[in-house]
């Protein structure tokens, strides 16, 4: 998978003293976090008959209580029964393993579950009404389960399908979905009705398509880059109706991270820039370029000291007022 870079594309996620971390062949680890100590390793392909997309695995696992939850899927009909219907629905059932828990202490499967095609989003974990959410991003639909069980809680339908970005949850009661190509955005409502969670969409739209950069919600809109092969526009919609407030152009396709006000923006030319945003513009107060294309990782922010990474590199940067002079400041 050298085309699209070494990997990995998952992110690590540090849970108490170990680390979990999938490569883009779906090999996952769980590492004693001060020592490096392997503790222990599924083969996701090998072991459950896991999927590996077209582009490498990229779904990041997610820490629930004592268990690390992943994507793991398995290859589908069309795979084992061809292109032909028929001979796909002739084919043996299997068991569901859209999504699977481990033990995080052993690494035993606590429960799989479910059989929906799966793709690269991270799924997220949400809190509605006094109540945990797993919440994922599957190629056809978007489902939120009991992270203890993995039981379905509740499904969506999505209309065209697809997505590479997780979804953006947005407290207390909406998700918003954007995903590049033929896709689209739109802003998922969910309400409690006679004990159970019931989705609503409120809004569809074409205009805007994260391809797989992230979004952030500040007040009433989400601001987000929008764009696949062609120009790329930084630009802020409305969460409840989808209206545009406004679209920049000046960036490649970009990640970013909010903090202290502002906006930490790096496209994937490795242009970075810091700027603010407001329902009526964006202001960029100053910008370089720091890294090479292609910069896909997002920007992380620990305190005042920013990590970048592009395909070869990896790169801190101090931003706070006590940092060096090359660091960008207010």
Request: aromatic content about 10%; glycine content about 10%; hydrophobic content about 40%.
């Amino acid at each position: 998978m050298a085309e699209y870079g070494a990997g990995p594309h998952a992110t690590p996620v540090i849970a108490g003293d170990r680390v979990f971390a999938i490569g883009t062949n779906a090999m996952m680890h769980a590492f004693d976090k001060k020592s490096g100590k392997v503790l222990w390793t599924h083969d996701l392909p090998k072991e459950f008959g896991g999927n590996v997309p077209g582009r490498g695995y990229g779904a990041s696992p997610i820490a629930y209580k004592d268990s690390i939850i992943v994507v793991v899927d398995r290859k589908r009909d069309r795979e084992r029964g061809g292109d032909n219907a028929e001979e796909a629905k002739e084919a043996a059932p299997v068991e569901g393993q859209s999504l699977m828990a481990f033990d995080q202490a052993t690494g035993k499967v606590v429960w799989k579950a479910h059989d929906y095609p799966a793709g690269y989003p991270s799924p997220i974990l949400i809190r509605f009404e006094g109540e945990d959410q797993l919440v994922a991003l599957m190629e056809k639909e978007i489902i939120g389960i009991n992270p203890d069980s993995g039981a379905l809680l509740w499904n969506h339908p999505l209309k065209p399908e697809g997505g590479l970005a997780s979804p953006v949850w947005i407290a207390p009661n909406m998700l918003f979905l954007s995903a590049a190509y033929d896709s689209g955005s739109r802003t998922i409502k969910l309400a409690k009705k006679d004990g159970k969670t019931v989705p609503e969409e409120l809004w569809y739209s074409r205009k805007m398509r994260v391809h797989h950069a992230n979004a952030i919600p500040i007040g009433e809109y989400i601001y987000g880059s929008s764009g696949d092969f062609g120009p790329a526009f930084f630009m802020g919609v409305n969460i409840k109706t989808g209206e545009i407030a406004w679209r920049e152009r000046g960036f490649a396709k970009s990640t970013c991270v909010y903090a202290d006000g502002k906006f930490i923006h790096l496209d994937e030319d490795g242009q970075l820039a810091l700027a603010t945003v407001t329902p009526e513009k964006l202001t960029v107060h100053s910008k370089c370029k720091l890294t090479e294309r292609y910069s896909w990782a997002a920007p992380t922010l620990i305190g005042t000291r920013l990590y970048l990474r592009d395909r070869a590199n990896i790169l801190a940067l101090e931003l706070g007022m006590g940092g060096s002079d090359e660091g960008m400041t207010d």
